[in-house]
């Protein structure tokens, strides 16, 4: 594994932002959803698109926070402009689990 120095880390905007929309994403290659996810004034809402649809309705999706990188370019999948990745980790099957804070927290608030 590679080391990284902590200015390296801190390259890394990663954000905590709240679920405010999420609609099937029929057009990706592999099963996804759209989101929109409110990281409060400072940087707005961003969208994402997310291989999410194993563990996750849209239903359950829609008032959840979850934790984003921000600072990426923008990547087109399919007709969509994704705008923010959206961390998660692996289940024993490999499919995505949400990484999200253990309380509510200020929409926007930075990872330290």
Same mark, same amino acid.
């Given at each position: ?5 902590? @200015?390296?880390?801190? *390259?890394?905007?990663? #954000?905590? @932002? #709240?679920?405010?929309?999420? $609609?099937?994403?029929?057009?990706? #290659?592999?099963? %996804?959803? *759209? ?8 940087? /707005? $809402?961003? *969208?994402?698109? %997310?291989?999410?649809?194993?563990h996750y309705t849209l239903d359950a999706l829609v008032g959840?926070?979850?934790? %984003? ?5 923008? *990547?087109?999948?399919?007709d969509f402009m994704s705008e923010v990745l959206v961390l ?6 490999? $499919? ?5 804070? %253990?309380?509510?927290?200020?929409? /926007? @608030?930075r990872m330290y």
């Amino acid at each position: 594994m590679d080391t990284i120095d902590f @200015g390296d880390f801190l *390259k890394v905007d990663i #954000r905590v @932002g #709240r679920i405010a929309r999420a $609609e099937d994403f029929p057009k990706a #290659r592999r099963p %996804a959803y *759209k989101l929109w996810i409110d990281f409060g004034p400072e940087l /707005g $809402e961003k *969208k994402t698109s %997310a291989q999410l649809t194993r563990h996750y309705t849209l239903d359950a999706l829609v008032g959840r926070q979850v934790v %984003a990188v921000v600072n990426f370019p923008p *990547k087109q999948v399919a007709d969509f402009m994704s705008e923010v990745l959206v961390l998660g980790v692996p289940d024993e099957a490999g $499919e995505v689990v949400l990484l999200q804070p %253990a309380h509510d927290a200020p929409l /926007g @608030g930075r990872m330290y």
